[in-house]
């Protein structure tokens, strides 16, 4: 089995978005949402933590590599957003769209 630590850099790696969240949290649902108005499902991948073996190693890990304990956690293009404030207020000031086109934020 990988470890958390492979799991979480493949996704970012390899996949335009990807979001590390849990079903039931509603600051989760928000994010999951905007990500699915703005992207292709094929282009998002996403975690919910709480349903999966090893889900808590991942978030564990996700804390050790942003510094952040909460989710949503979201990563566009290897650039870490942060949490739903953050890629809620990136998309409302315009950053979210220079990091989707893979220039400078």
Not at 63 to 81: E, L, R
């Amino acid at each position: 089995m990988s470890s958390a630590k492979d799991i979480v850099e493949n996704a970012i790696a390899n996949r335009r978005v990807v979001i590390f969240a849990k079903s039931y949290c509603p600051y989760c649902r928000a994010s999951k949402q905007l990500l699915k108005e703005l992207f292709p499902p094929d282009d998002v991948l996403i975690f919910d933590l709480d349903l999966m073996e090893g889900g808590q190693a991942i978030q564990d890990y996700i804390a050790v590599k942003t510094g952040k304990k909460t989710v949503p956690q979201t990563f566009i293009n290897g650039h870490h957003i942060g949490g739903n404030d953050d890629l809620q207020e990136a998309y409302k000031n315009g950053t979210l769209q220079r990091v989707i086109e893979g220039l400078p934020a």
